[in-house]
């Protein structure tokens, strides 16, 4: 490629050299390297219109990464320009109700600004050092989506770059239909600069229960009762496995174990202690364990702990295969017994089970692809598999992921996907055409994003 053309108007860098290519091959997931031709950093939104102006003039293809913490190659370019958002990262502004920020600002970093303001947004996911863009990108869940939905419907307004390096402004009133794409669109219309973040007021501090079970069904009616009495502000839970020994399949002996369900609940509170009691009346868990007081801050990062471990054990640089789907509230019990059933624990290694109540927001999103009711589960399993055992653990979640699919669920689109064009066009159902045709009027040239989703011909 012939960079030259881009020097003029661009003020950031390009990095050609074989080092910066080779770093930026992969992400957290760990199964695709791309080698990109070039990195371009940015050093303003004008860069970005530059870069996409030249590029679509040229034929080059852009791909957009935030910090490539998605698991198949969303985030990656082989042989086109990788658009590192990182360096776009300023708060611009927190107001009483939202935040307007650059794409590539980190969770992290925007609800610690919030907080000082004792303002968080709606929902965060539960690894905050993720961007903006990259969660608007695919739409974002927390601990708080069981009562308010996916993080991207709380994003009031964009500011976007589309595949021809136009810049927009869009909203519900203004641009609605680019507004509509951009969100959970995966960066395949536009590329977002800017965006405006809601805000709520919340409580200094947040109390955590955390709940034991012993069978599936006493946890999902509890989560049910939950969700429809919102006594709680955050509710998340995992599968803990009980590794009992191994039996024998055939001519091999597989581990096996009995599963158990952590449920943990959260509630903010200010300076008059929460009812405990009343908090828990009526629910079906066996055992009370720990309760956890801490700062809302404290609360958001609570996960931190386990990242940390997972970076000091090495585990965060092994393979991440992540199956997750979200499943119809029905299917969802039947399905989560049948793989738990099947899946060695010691597959999991060092890896999590989650589970998530999610409730249907409104308006629904036209490329959030949800499945039919009122509520739904988020399910993930989540390994992390040294490479040496890819072959006898993908097979296994390619089976999970089927399974889900088969039983009404939608995969979350950050995780470990390689649908062909049929899956796609399934996974969208009648919303492919839309799909198309966005594509078609926002990216003509169709620079943006190519490979993960299968749309050209
Ligand atoms: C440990 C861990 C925990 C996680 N926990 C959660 C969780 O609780 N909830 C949740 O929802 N997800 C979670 N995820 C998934 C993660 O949030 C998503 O993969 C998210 O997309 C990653 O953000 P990123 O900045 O790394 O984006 P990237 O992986 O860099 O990009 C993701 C996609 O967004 C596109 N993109 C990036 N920036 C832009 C932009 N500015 N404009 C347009 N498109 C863009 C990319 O091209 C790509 O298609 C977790 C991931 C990890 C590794």
Same mark, same amino acid.
């Given at each position: 490629?012939?960079?030259?053309?881009?020097?003029?108007?661009?003020?950031?860098?390009?990095?050609?050299?074989?080092?910066?290519?080779?770093?930026?091959?992969?992400?957290?997931?760990?199964?695709?390297?791309?080698?990109?031709?070039?990195?371009?950093?940015?050093?303003?939104?004008?860069?970005?219109?530059?870069?996409?102006?030249?590029?679509?003039?040229?034929?080059?293809?852009?791909?957009?990464?935030?910090?490539?913490?998605?698991?198949?190659?969303?985030?990656?370019?082989?042989?086109?320009?990788?658009?590192?958002?990182?360096?776009?990262?300023?708060?611009?502004?927190?107001?009483?109700?939202?935040?307007?920020?650059?794409?590539?600002?980190?969770?992290?970093?925007?609800?610690?600004?919030?907080?000082?303001?004792?303002?968080?947004?709606?929902?965060?996911?539960?690894?905050?050092?993720?961007?903006?863009?990259?969660?608007?990108?695919?739409?974002?869940?927390?601990?708080?989506?069981?009562?308010?939905?996916?993080?991207?419907?709380?994003?009031?307004?964009?500011?976007?770059?589309?595949?021809?390096?136009?810049?927009?402004?869009?909203?519900?009133?203004?641009?609605?239909?680019?507004?509509?794409?951009?969100?959970?669109?995966?960066?395949?219309?536009?590329?977002?600069?800017?965006?405006?973040?809601?805000?709520?007021?919340?409580?200094?501090?947040?109390?955590?229960?955390?709940?034991?079970?012993?069978?599936?069904?006493?946890?999902?009616?509890?989560?049910?009762?939950?969700?429809?009495?919102?006594?709680?502000?955050?509710?998340?839970?995992?599968?803990?496995?009980?590794?009992?020994?191994?039996?024998?399949?055939?001519?091999?002996?597989?581990?096996?174990?009995?599963?158990?369900?952590?449920?943990?609940?959260?509630?903010?509170?200010?300076?008059?202690?929460?009812?405990?009691?009343?908090?828990?009346?009526?629910?079906?868990?066996?055992?009370?364990?720990?309760?956890?007081?801490?700062?809302?801050?404290?609360?958001?990062?609570?996960?931190?702990?386990?990242?940390?471990?997972?970076?000091?054990?090495?585990?965060?640089?092994?393979?991440?295969?992540?199956?997750?789907?979200?499943?119809?509230?029905?299917?969802?019990?039947?399905?989560?017994?049948?793989?738990?059933?099947?899946?060695?624990?010691?597959?999991?290694?060092?890896?999590?089970?989650?589970?998530?109540?999610?409730?249907?927001?409104?308006?629904?999103?036209?490329?959030?692809?949800?499945?039919?009711?009122?509520?739904?589960?988020?399910?993930?399993?989540?390994?992390?598999?040294?490479?040496?055992?890819?072959?006898?653990?993908?097979?296994?979640?390619?089976?999970?992921?089927?399974?889900?699919?088969?039983?009404?669920?939608?995969?979350?689109?950050?995780?470990?996907?390689?649908?062909?064009?049929?899956?796609?066009? +399934?996974?969208?159902?009648?919303?492919?055409?839309?799909?198309?045709?966005?594509?078609?009027?926002? +990216?003509?040239?169709?620079?943006?994003?190519?490979?993960?989703?299968?749309?050209?011909?």
């Amino acid at each position: 490629m012939a960079f030259e053309k881009l020097k003029e108007g661009f003020q950031g860098q390009i990095f050609t050299d074989e080092e910066t290519l080779s770093e930026l091959q992969t992400d957290f997931g760990g199964l695709v390297a791309s080698l990109p031709a070039a990195v371009a950093v940015p050093s303003s939104i004008k860069d970005v219109c530059t870069l996409i102006k030249t590029a679509a003039a040229e034929g080059w293809r852009v791909t957009t990464r935030g910090m490539s913490h998605s698991q198949s190659g969303q985030s990656l370019s082989q042989g086109g320009i990788l658009l590192d958002m990182g360096p776009l990262n300023r708060i611009e502004r927190i107001g009483r109700h939202s935040a307007w920020v650059q794409a590539g600002v980190l969770w992290s970093d925007l609800v610690r600004a919030s907080l000082e303001e004792n303002l968080v947004p709606p929902v965060f996911p539960s690894y905050l050092d993720v961007t903006v863009g990259g969660t608007i990108a695919v739409g974002g869940l927390g601990a708080s989506s069981f009562k308010r939905g996916h993080l991207v419907q709380h994003v009031e307004e964009l500011e976007v770059v589309t595949g021809e390096g136009h810049t927009a402004r869009c909203s519900p009133d203004e641009n609605a239909a680019l507004f509509n794409c951009t969100r959970a669109g995966l960066g395949q219309f536009s590329i977002v600069t800017r965006a405006k973040v809601h805000l709520r007021t919340c409580a200094p501090q947040v109390r955590t229960f955390n709940l034991l079970y012993d069978n599936l069904p006493a946890l999902m009616r509890d989560c049910e009762l939950l969700m429809i009495e919102e006594r709680f502000d955050y509710l998340e839970a995992s599968a803990v496995p009980c590794p009992l020994g191994f039996k024998t399949m055939g001519e091999t002996k597989v581990q096996f174990a009995e599963w158990f369900y952590l449920l943990q609940v959260s509630v903010e509170h200010g300076h008059t202690l929460p009812h405990d009691d009343r908090l828990l009346d009526g629910l079906r868990y066996f055992r009370k364990s720990h309760v956890e007081d801490s700062r809302t801050l404290g609360f958001a990062t609570r996960h931190e702990a386990l990242y940390s471990f997972w970076r000091e054990t090495g585990m965060w640089s092994f393979t991440h295969p992540w199956v997750e789907t979200v499943l119809p509230w029905r299917s969802a019990g039947p399905f989560i017994q049948g793989v738990l059933r099947s899946l060695p624990p010691n597959l999991l290694l060092g890896g999590q089970v989650i589970l998530a109540p999610l409730s249907r927001e409104n308006p629904p999103l036209p490329l959030l692809m949800l499945p039919e009711g009122e509520r739904m589960v988020h399910f993930g399993l989540l390994p992390a598999v040294p490479r040496q055992l890819l072959p006898m653990v993908l097979p296994i979640l390619m089976k999970a992921s089927e399974l889900s699919i088969e039983m009404g669920g939608k995969r979350y689109l950050s995780g470990w996907i390689n649908f062909d064009k049929k899956q796609w066009k +399934d996974h969208f159902g009648e919303r492919w055409d839309r799909l198309v045709e966005w594509k078609r009027f926002y +990216d003509p040239k169709g620079i943006l994003n190519p490979g993960f989703i299968k749309i050209a011909d």
